[in-house]
């Protein structure tokens, strides 16, 4: 990595770890939904720009690796699934930007990739602290909720909830598309 | 960490505990939850504090309260709510086995820390990993200020006017001062964290005025740049700024002169020329029009009130006792916001005993330089 690389991941790993750090400690504390998603969303932004200005190997990884260290700083009590959270998401996203480049189709893959990826982490994670019976009790109950109340209702509850993590993901990085054109123009 | 510390490590015994009893869970999930919860709280009480948090306890209800009503057979009946005793026997258990699995995790990452993981990746021999790290916890303090001081101006902006586009120029002028930033540390000749224009008005803000600060650097260092992005940035917080400005005009490839520009009123007069003048006035190969120095003067003079009074620049007629001076000495007893000069680098030895002996006044004030 040349010195301005390692200068653009210093400083952009630093903006993601303080994100996380802030927002992620006021989102807890106020006990709001999907705080995952939106610190996801965040991060995959940050991410983005970045590579958009520094299109180095590795610096998405190494971005996440200090993000993870600040975010384990700022946090007293929980901090394996944060760290390991913000390194999973570092390791993807750098995957996909090697091999699409930070171009519009990397960006929507990203996108695509950060909606996935906090449900994947939750079922993951769900499944090692409840068991393997996890899901299929979900289902079972998404289903009679449906029989319940007719009309579908556990599914559309279910669909509701994956779209809004899909929203967050490809809305994020159609966002960031469009701040790395008004930086470009400024 | 040999085999004997290992055997000797008290978190690896409860560890060890903890999973044996998870196992044996389903002979007495309530006893063994409960067994395990206390041997947590003695192994370190920090442990089971996250066990407060709602969002793990909603997981938990879904599963207990939810799941029983809405699946499988509802063969009992509660508060005229029925329920299947079958799924609530299952998730209740996992209920359990969630509590459990979840303090043995605490257990065995409630001391984990940046230091003994950062020391780990120092360890891996993470390429670049160290260099990254150090310019991270330089550049902190640095990133906080900017965030500060963008979102002091995206305050100002809302209370104007509340629109959503003041939030996406707020992100774009963050990320643009980051750029900045990065591009300052990367530079190798710079030797140090360079200060931006917006910065350099959060660190002003700490310091009680009339104060002066001296931009300097070789030609072509970007002093004008900077004093361009210093005037945006200190009308977007909304502070009056005032002064005059030179900006340099090429004529041909070889020749050019210099416009001395009002900042307020953008009101510019041609200050110098290269070709000759009938002008006693003259630095280098440029020939000054004393009728706008004086103009200059006059200008400085009405910017008094200003809360940052820029002057560009001061050189060789000012040492001489011309130039801008008079102005300045006009104004230094009742200038009382922040003083901005520029000044060329070849020119800083004598600046200090140029301001004692011709304005002592502004001597006194707090100073800073800005190497550019």
Redesign the interface.
Known sequence: ???????????????W??AEATLGSVM?ML?L?LSGSVLSTVGMIIIL?ARG??PQR?STL?MA??A???K??SF?????GP?VGIMLEGILLEIILTVFSPNFLGYMFSGIIVSIYPLLQTLAV?T????T??IP??L??A???SD?FGFGA?WWILGLYVSIHFIFGIGGALFAWT?KT??AK? | MNLKSIFLSLRIWVILLIFISIFLLKMSPVGITAFIFILSWLFNRNTVRPLKRIPFWVTIGILVIAVPIFSGIQDKTFLTITYSSVQLSKTMLMAFRGISVFLLFQIMTVDLNSETVTALFKKLGFRNFNSVYDLSNKTMPHLRSILSARVTGLRVNWKANHQVINVFDFIVLLLRDLIQLAESLGTPASGGIKITPLNFIQLRKNITPPSLTVITGESGAGKSQWLSQLINEIKNTNKNVDGVISEKIIDQDDQWHHSLIRIVTKESRQLNTMNDLETPIQVGKFFFYPEVIEWGCDQITESVNAEYLIVDEIGLLEYDGAGFLPALKKIESEFQGHLIFTLRNRLINPFDSFLEDRLPIIAGWDRKMIYL
């Open positions: 990595m040349t010195k301005t690389s390692i200068a653009y991941t210093a400083v952009f790993g630093t903006l770890g303080l807890h006990n939904p720009i200005v520094n590795g190494m690796l200090i993870a260290l600040i384990i700083m007293a009590t929980v901090k394996l760290f769900k090692i602290l409840f068991g019976d996890f009790v979900i079972e109950m289903q009679g909720f319940r556990g701040v008004q930086l400024r």
